[in-house]
Nanobody, 117 residues
Framework: QVQLVESGGGLVQPGGSLRLSCAAS????????MSWYRQAPGKERELVAR????????NYADSVKGRFAISRDNAKNTVYLQMNSLKPEDTAVYYC??????????WGQGTQVTVSS
């Protein structure tokens, strides 16, 4: 049974930091590129960051470059998103996604991040 379980969301003040985690099970984790997406109310889901299966390649949305960092621990089947210098516009539900080269995609259930004073 495939599972992606996000955690680490919450309420934080502008300028603060949060670290999201996504624990994976039920598939060969290192063979999947992992991504974080987010969806704010009334907006489409957007890609935040992506990391290759080996962890050697990363990509970021322009809006988070220099503030967010994606990483993975293949021994723990976990991907992380370190979010620093948070802004109110970062408020959204953050989703973890696993994608294989052959087209299979899995999604987590999401975790809420709220940036507000």
């Amino acid at each position: 049974q495939v599972q992606l379980v996000e955690s680490g969301g919450g309420l934080v003040q502008p300028g603060g930091s949060l670290r999201l985690s996504c624990a994976a099970s039920g598939f060969t984790f290192m063979r999947y590129a992992m991504s974080w997406y987010r969806q704010a109310p009334g907006k489409e889901r957007e890609l935040v960051a992506r990391i290759s299966g080996s962890g050697s390649g990363t990509n970021y949305a322009d809006s988070v470059k220099g503030r967010f960092a994606i990483s993975r621990d293949n021994a723990k089947n976990t991907v992380y998103l370190q979010m620093n210098s948070l802004k109110p516009e970062d408020t959204a539900v953050y989703y973890c996604k696993a994608a294989a080269e052959w087209g299979i995609v899995y999604w987590g259930q999401g975790t809420q991040v709220t940036v507000s004073s």
